[in-house]
């Protein structure tokens, strides 16, 4: 495929309410990933938890906003992308300036006198609640939007995108955390949301979702729970989970060992961004060069690829070592991830696909509500007080070949399966 023809396809593939959809997408993540970054020292350096308890509200708000997918996504099923898109800016609007209210001078006294961890825990429930609803409405409106022979680059340009945010967002973290403070970031995340309310309210428009939906509430609810009797369908989903367990330990134990162990001073927003300008990069290209290929053996050499990305770390501890596994571990991202979204869609019965995209996320939140408070653990007790702190590296090894092995266990057996039918 030349430049050309890809051009026409870009131009001519995709519904206009697919880049709508994915230009709030791209600010929603700038403002997700630009507090993302500093979350774990905001919480440890800033409030003064300790790294297990920065780990398990970590924990709290990583792992709702991906697993209420799965209820927004069948709420979004039944009531329309574009009002699901309303309830999510608006919220993650309020909740991350309330997140950053709790360090600002001018709210000490309100919060005064009340656990501020407590406090946080229902702050984090009700941003991540309003967050939940981007994921599944964003890939339901993909899903919609593109043709059969644009849906695999239509995903790789949602993931693109996805990507600029991730990379853009933790620049301005790092810019507003050096020059004004680290309660600064979540305004400018409160602001990138309310910016995409508006946006959302005059342009996107609806595409065949929310007008032409005749179940009922009740059977939705009802899917949403049969879908956990799927046994292949859930098993595929928790073996993701272990790969998702080793990505958020970037932004869990990245920013503890880099601080501690390598320089008090170092810029961990910009080291943890190496992932994103990987993917801004690169997507395209591997989506051109791995399009031939199924997407079970996509996503078995992404897993092989992240997995051998902390090899490097071990090699030799450093700044530049621990971006370079971030950029080779987002290879492998960016190998698996858009067939893995796409594998999903072709699986989704019709009707369903913002509940199924909704359950797509669920491998990210199990990696978030396990992976934050044990990736807190694992640092706080074992790695932190060792003379070989790089042993949380060779954990996270480990975790990639047992998530590698399985992962090709199931397109063994699932290949074979197909064959026969």
């Given amino acids: 495929m030349d430049i050309q023809s890809i051009r026409t396809k870009v131009r001519d593939g995709f519904h206009p309410t697919?880049?709508?959809?994915?230009?709030?997408?791209?600010?929603?993540?700038?403002?997700?990933?630009?507090?993302?970054?500093?979350?774990?020292?905001?919480l440890r350096n800033t409030l003064h938890f300790s790294e297990v308890e920065a780990g398990q509200l970590s924990s709290i708000f990583g792992g709702l906003i991906y697993l209420l997918p799965i209820l927004a996504g069948t709420l979004a099923d039944k009531f329309g992308f574009r009002r699901a898109f309303s309830i999510a800016f608006s919220m993650l609007a309020v909740g991350y300036f309330l997140i950053g209210s709790t360090a600002m001078p001018g709210f000490h006294e309100f919060y005064a006198g009340i656990s501020l961890y407590g406090c946080l825990v229902v702050i984090l429930i009700f941003t991540a609640f309003g967050g939940s609803f981007i994921k599944p409405s964003?890939?339901?409106t993909v899903a919609l939007t593109t043709k059969e022979e644009t849906k695999s680059l239509g995903y790789a340009i949602y993931y693109w995108l996805v990507n600029i945010g991730g990379a853009i967002g933790p620049a301005i973290a790092f810019i507003v955390r050096d020059q004004i403070g680290i309660a600064s970031v979540y305004i400018v995340s409160a602001i990138s949301c309310g910016l995409m309310f508006v946006v959302n309210f005059f342009f996107y428009k609806e595409v065949g979702?929310?007008?032409?939906?005749?179940?009922?509430?009740?059977?939705?609810?009802?899917?949403?729970?049969?879908?956990?009797?799927?046994?292949?369908?859930?098993?595929?989903?928790?073996?993701f989970g272990l790969y998702w367990i080793m990505f958020w330990q970037i932004f869990i134990i990245i920013p503890f060992y880099v601080t501690d162990f390598i320089s008090a001073d170092a810029p961990f927003e910009l080291i943890q961004s190496a992932g994103a300008w990987s993917i801004i990069l690169l997507q395209l290209i591997v989506n051109r060069l791995t399009k031939k290929w199924s997407p079970g053996v996509a996503m078995i050499v992404g897993f092989i690829i992240s997995t051998l990305s902390w090899l490097l770390v071990l090699a030799s501890p450093s700044i530049p070592t621990i971006v370079a596994a971030i950029f080779v571990f987002s290879i492998g991202e960016q190998t698996q991830a858009p067939r893995y979204y796409e594998y999903i869609s072709d699986i989704a019965p019709k009707g369903q696909q913002g509940l199924f995209q909704g359950y797509a996320f669920l491998p990210v939140a199990i990696a978030w509500g396990v992976g934050g408070t044990l990736g807190g653990w694992l640092y706080g007790t074992i790695a932190k007080p060792s003379s070989y702190p790089e042993i949380i590296f060779v954990v996270l090894f480990g975790i990639g070949v047992l998530a590698t092995i399985l992962m090709t266990i199931y397109h063994v057996v699932v290949t074979r399966h197909h064959a026969r039918s």
């Avoid at 179940?215 to 928790?238: A, P, Q, R, Y």
């Fill in 18 to 42: 697919f880049w709508v959809a994915n230009g709030m997408e791209l600010f929603e993540r700038l403002a997700y990933y630009g507090q993302a970054t500093v979350l774990s020292i905001f």
């Fill in 138 to 140: 964003v890939l339901g």
């Fill in 209 to 239: 979702n929310g007008e032409q939906d005749s179940e009922s509430l009740g059977t939705k609810l009802k899917n949403l729970v049969v879908v956990l009797g799927n046994f292949k369908f859930i098993s595929f989903l928790l073996i």
